[in-house]
C-alpha cells in the first residue's frame, strides 16, 4: 500500500519560509518521481515542484522559481519543500505526489499524479 505522508504546514508570515516533508512507503523510493501539488481553496490543484528519481532532475512552477527547493533524502525515504519569501497567494493546501509519468517540458498536470498524499496546510499571512 502506498502512503504519502506530509508534515510541516503551519501558518507563516509573509516573507517568512516553511520547509514540508513527505514520507514516503509502499514503493521503491530511489525509484519513482515524487512532487508538490497545492491547493488554494476555490481554485484548482496546480503544480509546485517535482524531482525526477533519475539524476535529480528538477522542475518548478514559475510562481516558485527561485524562492522553492525541492529535495530528498533516500536514506530517510523523505521528499522535502522548502519555501522561502513566501507570499499571501503561496497559501493552500500542500499534497505530496508520486507520479506515474513525467512532463518533458515541465508543465505537469493532476494527470501525471499517480498518487496524493492527504495534503498539509500552509497559510501565509500578510
Known amino acids: 500500500q502506498v502512503d504519502l505522508a506530509e508534515s510541516g504546514g503551519g501558518e507563516v508570515q509573509a516573507g517568512g519560509s516553511v520547509r514540508l516533508s513527505c514520507t514516503v512507503s509502499g514503493v521503491p523510493f530511489r525509484s519513482v518521481g515524487l512532487g508538490w501539488f497545492r491547493q488554494a481553496p476555490g481554485h484548482e490543484r496546480e503544480f509546485v515542484a517535482a524531482i525526477a528519481h533519475y539524476g535529480g532532475e528538477l522542475w518548478y512552477h514559475d510562481s516558485v522559481k527561485g524562492r522553492a527547493t525541492i529535495s530528498k533524502d533516500n536514506t530517510k525515504n523523505t521528499l522535502y519543500l522548502e519555501m522561502n519569501g513566501l507570499k499571501p497567494e503561496d497559501t493552500g493546501l500542500y499534497f505530496c505526489?508520486?507520479?506515474?509519468?513525467?512532463?518533458?517540458?515541465?508543465?505537469?498536470?493532476?494527470?501525471?499524479?499517480?498518487?496524493w498524499g492527504q495534503g498539509t496546510q500552509v497559510t501565509v499571512s500578510s
Open positions: 505526489v508520486k507520479f506515474s509519468t513525467y512532463s518533458a517540458s515541465g508543465d505537469f498536470t493532476t494527470r501525471n499524479v499517480r498518487f
